[in-house]
């Protein structure tokens, strides 16, 4: 396991790389999967020990300032600068991310950096295997009003090699599901016009997607909403933040992916 140290970064942030250092984990557990690299998320600071990459929020000024400080000491460490802006930069073992893709390319970034940089002196760690697909191509739906739950949820599922389509409100979903099948389908209860509960009735009652999965998603705790989403017809129930093992689980449970050891 590879630490990744972490500079600055809004609370949600942090939630969301410590969630993709989660999936490299469950990756890593897995007995066929392509890739054994796995990721431990730490907030570095100088009480901790030294992290095998760093990742730098650049847009903070006091936290650059402070990696500039100390990047001399780790001038053998590749770093992630990430800012809304990406620069240039000719800097070995320097890369940088663009803000708005630290959901979506972090991790295949980091497993680029492993390639080319670290694999030499980590051969003990990573156990190197060709990329391959981990399942047959398979179609979900994610419809959810928040971008950042979107954005959560399809670097979850494109984890496990699955094509991703998103919508924003039930009224467009549902204009999408006459054109195009889906596998399974994650859907938020709270939605602009149209909420979740009623989307998924509708999605039950049409012939074409009633044998369709719909998994409902919500911030709310209360049994009531079970209770709602089962009369209604949804398959699954899942509280946010959502856990990457339990949207796994699902998953597992309609073989849309591979058998992991979870033990």
Same mark, same amino acid.
């Not at 972490?6 to 990756?27: A, M, Q, T, Y």
């Not at 889906?182 to 859907?187: E, H, Q, R, S, Y």
């Not at 909403?225 to 129930?237: M, R, S, T």
């Not at 509280?239 to 339990?246: A, E, I, M, R």
């Given at each position: 396991?590879?630490?990744?140290?972490?500079?600055?970064?809004?609370?949600?942030?942090?939630?969301?790389?410590?969630? +993709?250092?989660?999936?490299?984990?469950?990756?890593?557990?897995?007995?066929?999967?392509?890739?054994?690299?796995?990721?431990?998320?730490?907030?570095?600071? #100088?009480?901790?020990? #030294?992290?095998?990459?760093?990742?730098?929020?650049?847009?903070?000024?006091?936290v650059l300032q402070q990696w500039l400080l100390i990047r001399e000491r780790f001038s053998?460490?590749?770093?992630?600068?990430?800012?809304?802006?990406?620069?240039?930069?000719?800097?070995?073992? #320097?890369?940088?991310?663009?803000?708005?893709?630290?959901?979506? *390319?972090?991790?295949?970034?980091?497993? #680029? +950096?492993?390639?080319?940089?670290?694999?030499?002196? *980590?051969?003990?760690?990573?156990?190197?295997?060709?990329?391959?697909?981990?399942?047959?191509?398979?179609?979900?739906?994610?419809?959810?009003?928040?971008?950042?739950?979107? /954005?959560?949820?399809?670097?979850?599922?494109?984890?496990?090699?699955?094509?991703?389509?998103?919508?924003?409100?039930?009224?467009?979903?549902?204009?999408?599901?006459? +054109?195009?099948?889906?596998?399974?389908?994650?859907?938020? +209860?709270?939605?602009?016009?149209?909420?979740?509960?009623?989307?998924?009735?509708?999605?039950?009652?049409?012939?074409?997607?009633?044998? /369709?999965?719909?998994?409902?998603? /919500?911030?709310?705790?209360?049994? *009531?909403?079970?209770?709602?989403?089962?009369?209604?017809?949804?398959?699954?129930?899942?509280?946010?933040?959502?856990?990457?093992v339990k949207v796994y689980k699902i998953l597992q449970e309609y073989a849309l992916v591979?058998?992991?050891?979870?033990?």
């Amino acid at each position: 396991m590879l630490t990744l140290g972490v500079l600055g970064f809004s609370p949600i942030e942090r939630n969301l790389i410590g969630s +993709i250092c989660k999936l490299s984990e469950l990756r890593g557990r897995s007995k066929k999967a392509p890739i054994r690299i796995t990721y431990r998320m730490i907030i570095w600071s #100088e009480d901790e020990p #030294e992290a095998d990459i760093f990742l730098v929020d650049a847009d903070q000024d006091d936290v650059l300032q402070q990696w500039l400080l100390i990047r001399e000491r780790f001038s053998s460490k590749p770093v992630i600068l990430v800012n809304r802006e990406v620069r240039e930069t000719d800097k070995v073992g #320097e890369y940088l991310l663009k803000r708005n893709r630290l959901g979506s *390319f972090l991790l295949k970034l980091m497993d #680029e +950096i492993v390639e080319r940089h670290l694999h030499q002196n *980590f051969a003990s760690i990573i156990e190197p295997r060709s990329i391959r697909s981990l399942v047959k191509t398979k179609q979900c739906l994610v419809i959810d009003d928040s971008q950042l739950m979107r /954005t959560h949820m399809r670097l979850i599922l494109r984890e496990y090699n699955l094509d991703v389509d998103l919508s924003e409100d039930a009224e467009t979903a549902l204009e999408m599901l006459k +054109i195009k099948q889906f596998d399974i389908i994650f859907l938020d +209860i709270v939605l602009p016009e149209m909420d979740g509960y009623k989307a998924c009735r509708l999605m039950k009652a049409n012939p074409k997607t009633n044998h /369709t999965p719909v998994v409902m998603l /919500t911030s709310k705790r209360s049994p *009531f909403n079970k209770i709602h989403g089962a009369l209604v017809g949804c398959d699954h129930y899942l509280t946010k933040p959502v856990d990457p093992v339990k949207v796994y689980k699902i998953l597992q449970e309609y073989a849309l992916v591979e058998e992991l050891d979870l033990r």
